[in-house]
């Protein structure tokens, strides 16, 4: 059973930084890439970062390129999405997941999300 559970969301004005952070367990972690994914009130779900089960590369969409940082701990299973600069339109609910496929430019999501961690940026 595999779980992800994320955390570190809350309330920042514009400028500032979040670090979020996603707890996986239930499978072997160091062996799989985690893509991070954001969903705004009425909006799809919009994908935002990715990172390969080494760290070697990553994926950032245009709207946060620049501006977030998508990182990993394979001996804590831990993965991170530290976001500087932050602007009003960042605010959604922000979901880490394991993909079923991806390559450099696209990622397939799996079943497996987390609760989602709720990011509201202030103007």
């Known amino acids: 059973q595999v779980q992800l559970v994320e955390s570190g969301g809350g309330v920042v004005q514009a400028g500032g930084s979040l670090r979020l952070s996603c707890e996986a367990s239930?499978?072997?972690?160091?062996?799989?890439?985690m893509g991070w994914f954001r969903q705004a009130p009425g909006k799809e779900r919009e994908y935002v970062a990715r990172?390969?089960?080494?760290?070697?590369?990553?994926y950032y969409a245009d709207s946060v390129k620049g501006r977030f940082t998508i990182s990993r701990d394979n001996a804590k299973n831990m993965v991170y999405l530290q976001m500087n600069s932050l602007k009003p339109e960042d605010t959604a609910v922000y979901y880490c997941?394991?993909?079923?496929?991806?390559?450099?430019?696209?990622?397939?999501?799996?079943?497996?999300w987390g609760q989602g961690t709720q990011v509201t940026v202030s103007s």
């Open positions: 990172i390969s089960w080494s760290a070697g590369t990553t």
């Open positions: 997941n394991i993909p079923a496929y991806y390559s450099d430019k696209t990622y397939h999501p799996s079943n497996y």
């Open positions: 239930g499978r072997t972690f160091s062996s799989t890439a």
